[in-house]
């Protein structure tokens, strides 16, 4: 079983700066493909950005070049670094833990809403 607690949203004018953080209790972090995934206000939840546990990460082209998501495997944790942010980044931003094995060993966050306006 694995929790996951994010931090770090809020309300950030056009092109600025966030930064979330995941931490996640229970064992075997570095087993985990963690991912950040985003739901706008009438869409579905979308994929924004995933890291493997050696730290390659892949992201949504919509964010290449703006986002960068990394990891600590020595604390659980994993970030999502979000520059020149754009109104359409507006989401609530949920944390992702997929097992490299079990692929129904999936887990979530609560969600940390992310604002951008002016």
């Known amino acids: 079983q694995v929790q996951l607690v994010e931090s770090g949203g809020g309300l950030v004018e056009p092109g600025g700066s966030l930064r979330l953080s995941c931490v996640a209790s229970?064992?075997?972090?570095?087993?985990?493909?963690m991912g950040w995934y985003r739901q706008a206000p009438g869409n579905q939840r979308e994929l924004v950005a995933t890291i493997t546990s050696a730290g390659t990460g892949n992201y949504v082209d919509s964010v290449k070049g703006r986002f960068t998501i990394s990891r600590d495997n020595s604390k659980n944790t994993v970030d999502l670094q979000m520059n020149s942010l754009k109104p359409e980044d507006t989401a609530v931003y949920y944390c992702?833990?997929?097992?490299?094995?079990?692929?129904?060993?999936?887990?979530w966050g609560q969600g940390t809403k992310v604002t951008v306006s002016s």
């Open positions: 992702n833990a997929a097992h490299r094995f079990f692929p129904s060993a999936i887990y």
């Open positions: 229970g064992s075997f972090f570095s087993m985990y493909v």
